[in-house]
C-alpha cells in the first residue's frame, strides 16, 4: 500500500490526502490514529498530543442524550471528576477523624487534601470554560441538529445523524490532530458551509480525505498524494497540487525527448565511423558517454473512469409533474402538497436540511416508493432512470459484477457489458467478484454502470459522487455534462451543482421552491441563519414553482350497443366512400403542412443539436489546445447558436400543440 514513507505534521499543518479509492488514504489515517500498526518503521507524536479521529463507518449505542454524549467525548474530564469524587471522600473521613481525635497528623493532612481539592475544582473549572455546554450547542447547531434533538437518546438517530455527533464530538475536543476521512459525507449543503467556515477558523493540524473539490480548496495548504511512483508531497491546495504534477510531467516529458535525441546522434556517430580508424578513438568516447546516460522514466498514468452516456430519445415538452402530492409516515408529514414540474432539458440540482425530505421526493419521481396522495406523471416518451444514495440496496450481493450490469438491460450481449465495466474499471477476473465483496467506491461504480447501459431519458440521481474518489468525481461530472436528456439530482457537492444545474429546488419545512438566485447566495442565508450573524442577504428569493395549467381529459364517450346492423346499399356505400375521399382531403389539406412544419424544425433542431456538440466537445477536449481567441470565438457561437435553438424548440413546441389540436378537431 505504501514503504518507506516518511512525512512530517507541524503544528497548524492542513494537509489533503490525494488518491484514487483503495490506494490507502484511509490506512493511512489509521496508522496516524493508533488503530493499525505499520508494519515497519514508526510513528512518533510530541508529549501528549491529542490526535481525534473520526473514520467513515462507526457503530454508536443509545442510553444517553445527544448533548451528554458530546459532551464527555472530552478525553479526561471523566478522570478528572473520578479524582473529585475521590479527594472529596477522602477529606470527609479524614474531617470526621480529626473532629473525634484533634489529632495533629490529620491536621496537616487535611490541609494537603484541602490543596488537592481546590485544585481538582480549578481543573474543572477550566475544563468547563474550554468545553462548555455553549459551545457544543454551537457546534451542534452548526451541523444541523435541532434545539429539541439535545435531549434526545442518542440511538433514536439514523446512521448518518449518528455520523454528526460523532464530528460534533471530535470538533469539541479540539484536538491537537484532526483525521477527517470524508467528513462531508453525511451532510446537506447548509451543515457543509458551515463545517467549511468552522475549519478555516481551526488553528490546530487536520489531514482531510474529500472527494469535494471546493472543500479541498478551501482548507488545505499542503497535499499528500498517493501516486503510482509512491506517496508525493506539494506544497499549496488541490489547484496548486494539479498545476505542479502537470509541469512536472512536462519537464520529464521534455528531458526524454532530449535524452532520446542525444542518443540518436550518438547512434548515428557510431554506426557511421566505426569502420574508420582514424575515428576509433571518438567512437569509443561515444559509446561510453552513451553508456552512462540516464534513463528518464515518465509518469505512469493511473486508469480513471471514463465513459459517455449514449444517445437519448427526444421526448415531450414536460418530462415529470407532481401534482398535489403528500408523503407521510405513519401520522409524520415528510411532504404535504408539492406541485412541481420538470420540463425537458432541465437539470435541476435539488439542496436542503437533511431529513427534510429530498431523497423521498426523488424516489417518488423514480416510483422506488408511492406518494400518500397526488399524482406523478411522465411525459411523453420519457423513460427515467434512477442511481440511489444507497445504492448497495440496489444491487443484489451473490451477484458477480458482470451478472449485475448485465440483468438491467438484457438485450446487450456480454461483450458489451464487458466494453462498459471496463470504463469503470472492471477489467479481467474483476467482473466475476460477487458485489458483497465489493467496497464502496466499486459498489458507486457497479451502480453507475447499470445506469449507463440503461439511462433512459431522464437523469434521477441521488449524491452520485458519494464513495467516489476526486479523479471519478470529474469524470462523473464531465460525463453527466454531455449527457443530452433532462437531469434531477440531490447533491451537496457544491463543484457539481454549479457546474450542471440550471435551477435550483430547495426543500426545506415541506416545501419545495426553485431559489432564484445563485447557490453561493443560497449558502449566504443558509450561514446566517445558522450563525445568527447579521449577513447583508444577497436579492434572492424562494419562489413557488407554480404548475402548468394542465390540460383538460376529454370525457370518453360510452359506446352504445348497436341493434342490428343492416348491410348498406350501393347507394349508401357510393356515398360512404366519397365522404370518406373528402375527408382524406381535408386533412391532407389541414393536416400535411403542420405535419411538414413540425418535420422541418425537428430537422433543424437536431442539425443545430450536432453543431453545439461539436463545439461543446471541442471545447472540453484538451488535445484541440485552443488559443484564448479560438476558445471565446466557440463561446459566443456557443451562446448565439443557443439563442437561436432556443427560438427553434419554441416554435416546435406551439407547431405540435397546432398539429395536435388539428388532429383532435378531424377526429372530433
Known sequence: IFEDLSLRIAEGDRLGLIGPNGSGKSTLLRVFAGDQQPDSGVVRGAKEVRIGWVP???????????????????????????????????????????????SQSDEEELIEIATELSEVHERLGNFDTLYSE?????????????????IRDLGEFSGGWKMRAVLAALLFQQPDVLLLDEPTNHLDMPSVAWFSDFLKRYQRAFILISHDREFLNEQIT???????????????????????RAEEEEILEGKAKNLERERAHAKEFIDRFRAQATKAKAVQSRMKALDKMENVELYRKRRTMRFTFPKVERAGADAIRVEGVTKSYGARVILPNVNVTVYRGDRIGIIGPNGAGKTTLLKMMASEIEPTSGTIKLGHNVTPGYYAQHHADLL?????????????????GHQRVRSVLGAFLFTGDDVDKPISVLSGGERARVALARLLVA???????????????????????????????????????RALIRRLATKIWVVDGGKVTEFLGSLDDYMLEERARLTGEDVKKKAAKAASVPPPAAPKQQTKAVQAKPVEAKPPSAEEEKVRKRDEAKRRDERARKIGPLKKKVEELEARIAEFDAKQKERNDKLCDPAAQLTDKE??????????????????????????????????????
Not at 455553549?134 to 439535545?150: C, M, P, R, V, Y
Not at 443484489?396 to 446487450?412: C, F, I
Not at 431522464?458 to 468525481?473: G, K, V
Request: hydrophobic share 35%; proline share 2%.
Open 222 to 244: 499542503k497535499v499528500v498524494t498517493f501516486e503510482m511512483e509512491g506517496v508525493r508531497q506539494y506544497t499549496g491546495n488541490y489547484e496548486r497540487y494539479l498545476t505542479q
Open 455 to 493: 439511462p433512459g431519458n431522464l437523469l434521477l440521481l441521488d449524491e452520485p459522487t458519494n464513495h467516489l474518489d476526486l479523479d471519478s468525481c470529474e469524470s462523473l461530472i464531465e460525463s453527466m455534462a454531455a449527457f443530452e436528456g433532462t437531469m434531477v439530482f440531490v447533491s451537496h457537492n
Open 396 to 412: 443484489h450481493p451473490k451477484n458477480t459484477v458482470l451478472q449485475e450490469v448485465a440483468s438491467t438491460n438484457d438485450e446487450l
Open 56 to 102: 467513515q463507518d462507526i457503530a454508536l449505542e443509545g442510553g444517553r442524550s445527544l448533548l451528554s454524549f458530546v459532551k464527555s467525548s472530552v478525553p479526561g474530564r471523566q478522570d478528572l471528576e473520578a479524582r473529585l469524587v475521590d479527594t472529596e471522600t477522602r477529606y470527609t473521613a479524614i474531617a470526621e477523624r480529626h473532629a473525634s481525635t484533634g
Open 134 to 150: 455553549h459551545e457544543a450547542t454551537k457546534i451542534l447547531g452548526g451541523l444541523g441538529f435541532k434545539t429539541s434533538d439535545l
Open 631 to 668: 476558445r471565446f470565438a466557440i463561446l459566443d457561437a456557443l451562446q448565439n447558436e443557443q439563442t437561436k435553438l432556443d427560438e427553434l424548440t419554441e416554435r416546435w413546441e406551439a407547431s405540435q400543440l397546432e398539429l395536435e389540436a388539428a388532429e383532435k378537431a378531424l377526429a372530433q
